[in-house]
């Protein structure tokens, strides 16, 4: 059977100027077809009381957190900066606690951009409220050119999930405006850019599969292999994963 993978989904409230007051339940569209063309069963999850986390992550194989918002800093003890945008802090919690099942449940566990912010978070790391905010920081880490092109080199670890799929050295895009502060301390770092930012972690331990990128390869998926790859290889990991609980 294909594995069924669940993405905890956002709340839009501005999709149309007719509709401003109906809120729609969404995931963005690239996940969906990455997992798809990958051999895999998306499902959204609503945001939920945190409670339902544990029913949600019960019924699926393995988790995909998605991108977005703001991760609100009032997750990690701290207080908003001026630079902080849009957050949703019903989506955070909802969010840290699927994370959380998702570990105690042992299921697999990728994390794109946002989603690698939330889960570091989640247990106990911190997050820069904004990249400017970083002494010696000297890429471009929210691009300018279109989201299927490749904005800065990664360097990643050879003996790292990512690094038997991409090589020591990969090129990414760049959409987040916030970065890892402090790395939780059940993860490790598996790849950075050039300025020294963490661009993706892995668990240390060899009971969990947890892979966190910064980058958005759902946005690549057209126009590169590495990028298809990356959901492909994931949802291989989840196939393998499963059959071995069985």
Known sequence: MKPVIGIPGNILTNFSPRYTSLPITYTPHGFIEGLQTAGALPVVFPISKEEDAKHYVKSVDAVLLAGGQDVSPLTYGEEPHIKLQDTSLIRDQFEIAVIKEAWTQNKPVLAICRGLQ???VAFGGTL???VSLIPDLNLQHVQESTPETAAHSITIENDSWLGQLYGAKALVNSYHHQAIKQLATNLRPVAWSND????AFESKDDQHITVGVQW????MIHNSEAAQGL???YVKTVRDWKNNQD
Do not use: T
């Open 118 to 120: 939330i889960f570091n």
């Open 128 to 130: 820069y409220q904004d």
């Open 196 to 199: 020294g930012l963490i661009e």
């Open 216 to 219: 958005h390869p759902e946005l």
């Open 231 to 233: 959901f492909n290889a």
